[in-house]
């Protein structure tokens, strides 16, 4: 595709920070670690140090231990500096051993040992049977608690519980920082994560494992969740989504040393105005379930200038709300996906159905262009304008094939939905379920949304440590250097302010629907 002169003028911008390029003068600074040319301010000192620190291996290596033998989960999703986390663990042997590791670079080793305790007293605790609306929430007492003092920086976490047979299983937390005005917000997306969570016989999915002498008021799935429960040792033993989903993208944003805070989906929930001292979100590969105040933050931020950046498919799909639980509020997580839900006569805002539809009619495309397309999303990226910033330095040209780069969900754009006006397609690729587009959006001085359109794109990102089989495949030849540079150019461009001031988009959506 030729470039007009007036894109080519945007492309230049004023100030800009095109990736591996500071465009308008001395403004950008390379990252130590890949050279690749950033804001000066979206470098943070206490992330380069912090991941110079001896890293440790050994945090993935190990048998898993078997299904009901050893698990836990922790309080909360995430815990402030300075507070205090409890953990609840279940375990048949008579003690175990935990090691809590902070996440990230360090030498590609992708973790470092923060705190060792042994031996801790093991007691078996027992599964609570599901309720009629398919919660499982435990009420185990407290094994132990982590106090968040200055051996703990801010960051995503796992402990590793092992037993005396030296099996393991994970519980990850996060920790943040309330004061924070970092450049990046790394969003961890636990809300999808519970949602698939199938520990004690029900996801908001399917019924694991049948329950005898309990009646399910919607058959086959739950309605509500708890975060008082494990997740499922087949879920990456304990890690969840955070594994493969999730930790390439960390692994790289660290070994750049991005000025980066760490929020999980309950922390845009409940303090989501905060999102505008920002200057971009970062979604991870599966952020799906969205609450009214969850979107209500995001759609806020990107109008006052805050870019945000979908890797991932399938976001901000499905509409749910929280309710206080053991442990504090924000514990239970509800959706009926229908006008079944008792909440719609009194108040329809809230009922749970996706946000597309009655009574919210809310698509995820009113704001981001892009819209969930399926779950046949397996196929080859195919680059549809290399004259992006987005493919900016990766050696592309138009009609590329990254091969077999696509797959799970997919987003496209779709013409019949609410869109913003100046949608730009960057990637058009035939899958099994149809067409995957790459998609940016940013209307003039406000934020601009970037969405990958696949499910894949975090697993292409990087070949950072990997958990046996509790992990994706490794990223494809030819595909990964592509993938990192373009989610580089992402940091570099959202990093330098609102991106409809320095680079708004222009429509060509025309070209291929």
């Known amino acids: 595709m030729r470039i007009s002169p007036s894109r080519r003028d945007l492309l230049r911008g004023i100030g800009a920070v095109a990736a591996g390029v500071a465009l308008g003068g001395p403004v950008g600074a390379a990252s130590p670690t890949t050279g690749i040319s950033v804001p000066i301010s979206a470098i943070a000192g206490w992330v380069r140090r912090e991941n110079i620190r001896p890293g440790d291996g050994t945090w993935l290596r190990g048998p898993a231990a078997v299904a009901g033998e050893l698990e836990g989960y922790a309080s909360a999703t995430s815990v402030n500096l300075g507070g205090t986390i409890s953990f609840f663990v279940s375990t048949t042997s008579p003690t175990f051993s935990i090691k809590v590791y902070r996440m990230g670079y360090y030498q590609g080793l992708g973790a470092r040992l ?55 299983r994970f519980i990850p937390f996060l920790v943040r920082d309330d004061t924070s005005s970092a450049t990046f917000v790394y969003l961890s997306a636990v809300t999808t994560w519970q949602a698939y969570n199938t520990w004690g016989g029900y996801s908001l999915y399917r019924q694991a494992t049948p329950v005898g002498g309990v009646t399910v008021s919607n058959a086959n799935r739950a309605v509500r969740v708890s975060f008082n429960r494990p997740y499922d040792r087949e879920f990456a033993n304990g890690a969840a989504d955070f594994v493969g989903n999730e930790f390439p993208l960390l692994f790289l944003a660290e070994q750049m040393g991005l000025d980066l805070t ?67 509020a924000d514990r239970l997580m509800i959706n009926y996906r229908s006008t079944a839900d008792p909440i719609t006569a009194a108040n329809p805002s809230l009922a749970t159905v996706n946000w597309s539809q009655y009574p919210s009619d809310l698509p995820e495309s009113t704001f981001t262009g892009s819209m969930y397309g399926g779950v046949n999303g397996v196929g080859s990226l195919t680059v549809a304008d290399a004259s992006s910033w987005v493919w900016q330095g990766t050696g592309v040209r138009d009609g590329t094939v990254l091969a077999g780069a696509l797959g799970g969900e997919f987003n496209h754009y779709n013409p019949y939905s609410t869109n913003p006006a100046n949608v730009e397609v960057v990637g058009h690729s035939p899958v ?64 330098a302010g609102p991106a409809g001031v320095t680079t708004p988009s222009v429509a060509n959506t025309n070209q291929f629907y």
């Open 114 to 168: 923060i705190e060792t305790r042994s031996p801790l007293t093991g007691f078996a605790r027992p599964m609570p049977a599901p309720d009629q609306y398919g919660t499982v929430d435990c009420q185990w007492p407290a094994s132990f608690r982590v106090v968040v003092d200055h051996r703990y920086p801010p960051g995503q976490y796992l402990v590793r519980l092992e037993n005396a047979q030296h099996q393991f």
């Open 262 to 328: 760490y929020w999980t989906d309950v922390d845009l929930h409940v303090r989501g105005a905060s999102l505008t001292r920002h200057r971009a979100l970062l979604s991870l590969g599966h952020d799906e379930y969205y609450s009214p105040a969850m979107r209500a933050a995001v759609t806020n931020a990107v109008a006052h200038g805050v870019n945000v950046a979908f890797f991932g498919a399938n976001f901000c799909y499905r509409k749910i709300r929280f309710e206080p639980g053991v442990n504090g």
């Open 432 to 495: 099994g379920g149809g067409v995957s587009d790459v998609t940016y959006v940013a209307e003039p001085g406000q934020g601009g949304v970037f969405a990958s359109g696949t499910g894949h794109w975090v697993y292409d990102l990087s070949n950072a440590p990997k958990l046996g089989n509790f992990w994706v495949p490794a990223a494809l030849p030819g595909v990964t250097n592509v993938i990192r540079r373009a989610t580089m150019n992402v940091f570099a461009r959202f990093a």
